[in-house]
């Protein structure tokens, strides 16, 4: 059985930082391009970063290009999202998800594995 286990959410101050981290298992985690979204209340889930199985490719939105980075270590079967700088408009819940193909995707349905989320709260 796969699950994707988010953790590191939390309250913090604009300009300040997070570390996201999602821990896989039941999965062949060294094949899978793995990806974080993002829903915040109200609105639609929304691509954030992707990152390929081996890590030489990744994708972002465009709002978060030069704050957010995505890493992954598959030694550890876990995938980071490095949040920074991070604005008010970053408060949502945080997903990680995983696909198989080998391009870093921005589209949610490409993706079949999925976690519960990590809440994020950007205070301004």
């Known amino acids: 059985q796969v699950r994707l286990v988010e953790s590191g959410g939390g309250l913090v101050q604009a300009g300040g930082s997070l570390r996201l981290s999602c821990a896989a298992s039941g999965v062949t985690f060294s094949t899978k391009t793995m990806g974080w979204f993002r829903q915040a209340p109200g609105k639609d889930r929304e691509f954030v970063a992707a990152i390929s199985w081996s890590g030489g490719r990744t994708n972002y939105l465009d709002s978060v290009k030069g704050r957010f980075t995505i890493s992954r270590d598959n030694a550890k079967n876990t995938v980071y999202l490095q949040l920074n700088s991070v604005k008010p408009e970053d408060t949502a819940v945080y997903s990680c998800?995983?696909?198989?193909?080998?391009?870093?995707?921005?589209?949610?349905?490409?993706?079949?594995?999925w976690g519960q989320g990590t809440e994020v709260t950007v205070s301004s």
């Open positions: 998800a995983a696909k198989s193909g080998l391009g870093p995707s921005h589209i949610g349905d490409e993706y079949t594995w």
